[in-house]
């Protein structure tokens, strides 16, 4: 009995004894190797590990849903110090990461490193197979990344997070992932006044837009003029944020608020709302059209080449879209009180949307040093001129809201903010319902159960390396609905499509769908019951429609 509890006790003495050998040698002899690794990879998986916040869409019940999250993914990765055998382990481990053999064998050639990252991202599938394999110094962890599960949608409005030269933490590059990245940083999140099912379906619609007219691109804008809410904003081209780095630069920024153009005759109605709003104007004011008019040495002709004659209202003009007739009105009104105007409604100023570099157009005809008459002229129907889309979206918000510059926001938290009053309502209501003759004398926005506002520009290209014009144009239609108790804004934008000559035939039929579909969406009640059992609207007679 003695013999065996010595013997139990010699044996249980030494095993504790080795083990506290090891654990000595482990712990102060190789204490630092072993710490300087964990540390080593523990700093490398956290270089760019996420802790941000959550960007979530809406919908018409004011569901949060989310559209940026972290979400962890495998990763693989390497401790070259411990490998023995770089090229047998490049040879075994290359088929199943995707690497060339000897490019691995050099990456994993260096004793000194305790760190390197082969797989960001990894499937399941080979994270497995890695572990499968065994290999001395090849690892699998899992790690958070920036994920966006609807893929593209609202990709130029929801940017995407990655590293800059100057940073070696992860930080939000582009869109609200930059506008909020602090605000993200801290865990805190956002929640856009985006509704995922409207913005689907401007996508989708802009995208078969782009490709049935074989156009360069194009945005679409739905607002709630009464509030400066953006529901939609879609861009094509567009990306996947969630593989970024295989898009080009240039298509990360967003045309609706990073690039201007001249918006063409969808400008007449600004013109006309300062006119009416300063006095010198009412929608039945006539003037004679001979069909042209010479400025400093420039012809400005009717887009038809139509002399509409004596007798011609102001809203005569909206409805044939009378180049003519808005280089008159912009007469009356002169050339002070015209850019005062154009001022007034935002034009030449950023917005102040929550969204990074936005640009504020381009005005300078208006202000720089001898300005001449056909400067003012050609402005009025919107050539000379540049505007974001945002810019002339938020304007005719101004119209259909009653007067009043809205601040456009997507982050619902910020709320309605109103910058200012810049016409009367009686003047917005006025404009509104030139607009709506204007619209729905050519047939083709006609919608059921609805009185609709709207006005077309169909605008030439600049030439920035010649001078003048090129023979590409941008077609553009904005417009309200219900017009008589306005609730959405809509814009439709379409870059030089080679496949329709004008607006009305590209970019009106597909306002007009997505403001039907969103009228059905949002339960909106028609102003305009009547109607609701016409016949579908037609094309018509393209050649004397408005552009």
């Known amino acids: 009995m003695g013999f065996r509890f010595i013997f139990l006790t010699s044996v249980f003495g030494l095993i504790f004894g080795l083990l506290g050998f090891n654990l000595f040698r482990l712990q102060i002899e190789k204490g630092d190797y072993y710490f300087a690794r964990a540390e080593a990879r523990n700093q490398a998986l956290a270089q760019s590990d996420l802790a941000r916040g959550q960007i979530f869409f809406t919908d018409r019940n004011n569901n949060q849903i989310p559209a940026a999250m972290d979400q962890a993914y495998p990763v693989i990765y390497a401790v070259p110090q411990e490998i023995t055998d770089p090229t047998s382990t490049a040879a075994a481990l290359a088929p199943v990461i995707?690497?060339?053999?000897?490019?691995?064998?050099?990456?994993?050639?260096?004793?000194?490193?305790?760190?390197?990252?082969?797989?960001?991202?990894?499937?399941?599938?080979?994270?497995?197979?890695?572990?499968?394999?065994?290999?001395?110094?090849?690892?699998?962890?899992?790690?958070?990344?920036?994920?966006?599960?609807?893929?593209?949608?609202?990709?130029?409005?929801?940017?995407?997070?990655?590293?800059?030269?100057?940073?070696?933490?992860?930080?939000?590059?582009?869109?609200?992932?930059?506008?909020?990245?602090?605000?993200?940083?801290?865990?805190?999140?956002?929640?856009?006044?985006?509704?995922?099912?409207?913005?689907?379906?401007?996508?989708?619609?802009?995208?078969?837009?782009?490709?049935?007219?074989?156009?360069?691109?194009?945005?679409?804008?739905?607002?709630?003029?009464?509030?400066?809410?953006?529901?939609?904003?879609?861009?094509?081209?567009g990306f996947d944020p969630n593989n970024y780095a295989s898009s080009s630069v240039a298509s990360f920024m967003n045309p609706g608020t990073q690039y201007f153009y001249e918006p063409g005759s969808a400008f007449k109605p600004i013109t006309m709302a300062i006119g009416i709003n300063d006095g010198i104007l009412t929608s039945s004011t006539v003037y004679t059209d001979p069909g042209y008019i010479v400025l400093n040495g420039k012809k400005i002709l009717n887009y038809d080449h139509h002399a509409y004659g004596p007798g011609t209202s102001m809203t005569e003009v909206l409805m044939h879209s009378i180049n003519t007739g808005a280089v008159w009105a912009q007469q009356q009104i002169g050339d002070k009180l015209f850019t005062q105007g154009v001022f007034n409604f935002g034009f030449g100023a950023l917005t102040g949307v929550d969204l990074p570099s936005e640009v504020p157009g381009r005005t300078v005809n208006l202000t720089r040093p001898g300005a001449q008459d056909?400067?003012?002229?050609?402005?009025?129907?919107?050539?000379?001129?540049?505007?974001?889309?945002?810019?002339?979206?938020?304007?005719?918000?101004?119209?259909?809201?009653?007067?009043?510059?809205?601040?456009?926001?997507?982050?619902?938290?910020?709320?309605?903010?109103?910058v200012r009053r810049i016409i009367s309502s009686s003047t917005a209501s006025e404009v509104v319902t030139m607009m709506e003759a204007a619209a729905e004398g050519g047939g083709v926005a006609n919608i059921p159960s609805f009185h609709v506002a709207g006005k077309t520009g169909t605008a030439q290209i600049p030439d920035l390396v010649h001078g003048g014009y090129t023979a590409n144009y941008i077609h553009t239609f904005v417009?309200?609905?219900?017009?008589?108790?306005?609730?959405?804004?809509?814009?439709?934008?379409?870059?030089?499509?080679?496949?329709?000559?004008?607006?009305?035939?590209t970019v009106v039929p597909a306002w007009r769908q997505l403001a039907e579909f969103a009228l059905n969406y949002e339960n909106i009640t028609p102003d305009n019951p009547q109607n609701a059992i016409t016949s579908p609207p037609h094309v018509g007679n393209w050649k004397t429609t408005p552009p």
């Not at 402005?379 to 601040?407: D, E, H, K, W």
């Not at 309200?480 to 609730?487: C, H, I, M």
């Open 374 to 418: 056909v400067d003012f002229a050609t402005a009025a129907f919107g050539q000379g001129i540049g505007v974001t889309p945002l810019q002339l979206t938020n304007a005719y918000s101004v119209l259909a809201n009653g007067g009043l510059l809205m601040r456009p926001y997507l982050n619902s938290a910020l709320g309605p903010k109103v």
């Open 98 to 237: 995707g690497w060339q053999p000897d490019a691995l064998a050099k990456a994993l050639n260096n004793p000194k490193s305790l760190f390197r990252m082969l797989v960001e991202k990894a499937s399941p599938d080979e994270a497995t197979a890695v572990d499968g394999l065994k290999l001395n110094g090849i690892y699998t962890d899992q790690k958070n990344y920036r994920y966006y599960p609807f893929g593209s949608l609202a990709a130029q409005i929801l940017g995407f997070v990655g590293f800059t030269s100057s940073a070696s933490q992860p930080a939000g590059l582009y869109g609200l992932e930059a506008e909020y990245n602090s605000e993200l940083a801290a865990g805190d999140n956002i929640q856009t006044t985006i509704d995922r099912t409207l913005q689907a379906q401007a996508e989708q619609l802009l995208q078969n837009l782009v490709t049935d007219h074989n156009a360069d691109g194009g945005t679409i804008l739905i607002e709630n003029p009464q509030t400066g809410a953006i529901l939609a904003f879609a861009n094509e081209p």
């Open 479 to 505: 417009g309200t609905v219900p017009a008589t108790d306005p609730k959405l804004v809509l814009l439709v934008k379409l870059d030089n499509p080679r496949i329709g000559d004008l607006a009305v035939l």
